[in-house]
């Protein structure tokens, strides 16, 4: 198990950028997939980004596609999420969690992730 902390969220205008931080109790970087999810209110969570081993895939949803990337600092065990040209539709509570199963290429499945952290509100205003 991992202990995971989100941070770097807030309020920003429509159009704006955020950087999400995601740090790692340990290193786990190299052998498991760390995925990004968001719940809006009234919603349920669903996937944002993901990052396979190493960083050799990397893969978003539609919605945020060409938007945000993600990237990973292993010496300071922490992966980020890139948010820019955001809108009102980004608003939502973000959070990172590790894939339960080690070196796979990574999964958009909620189920497949645990290890949660607490989540980082992030609010976009018109």
């Known amino acids: 198990q991992v202990q995971l902390a989100e941070s770097g969220g807030g309020l920003v205008q429509a159009g704006g950028s955020l950087r999400l931080s995601c740090a790692a109790s340990a290193r786990t970087f190299s052998s498991y997939s760390m995925g990004w999810f968001r719940q809006a209110p009234g919603k349920e969570r669903e996937f944002v980004a993901g990052?396979?081993?190493?960083?050799?895939?990397?893969y978003f949803a539609d919605s945020v596609k060409g938007r945000f990337s993600i990237f990973e600092d292993n010496a300071e065990n922490t992966v980020y999420l890139q948010m820019d040209s955001m809108i009102l539709e980004d608003t939502a509570v973000y959070y990172c969690a590790r894939e339960r199963i080690p070196y796979r290429l990574g999964t958009v499945s909620i189920t497949e992730y645990e290890d949660w952290g607490q989540g980082t509100e992030v609010t976009v205003s018109s």
């Open positions: 990052i396979s081993p190493s960083g050799g895939r990397i």
